[in-house]
């Protein structure tokens, strides 16, 4: 982050959090977020993408393609009714 001009710039050695860890790059099948951590599922608007053979999410610049929509829970859960 640039404090002189109020904007985010690329770092070089920057590091990404997964858990409570800092490491250099997301474990195989995460995922980089603009934000900095790592997931298995992009955030809402944003598409998987690789990019110098790293696996990433990307902000969609129009509307994303729509994926798969995972099942619905059944009643009570995945537990079931308790």
């Known amino acids: 982050y640039n404090s002189d001009t ?3 710039v690329p770092n070089r050695d920057g590091r990404y959090t997964f858990g409570a860890s800092c490491v250099s790059q997301c474990p195989y099948n995460y995922l980089a977020t603009e934000v900095g951590s790592c997931t298995l599922v992009c955030p809402q608007n944003s598409q998987e993408v690789t990019v110098n053979n790293v696996q990433k999410c990307e902000k969609c610049s129009k509307p994303c393609p729509e994926g798969e929509q995972p ?3 059944p009643p009570g859960g ?3 009714p308790q």
């Open 71 to 73: 099942p619905p829970l």
């Open 78 to 80: 995945l537990w079931g």
């Open 6 to 8: 109020f904007e985010s």
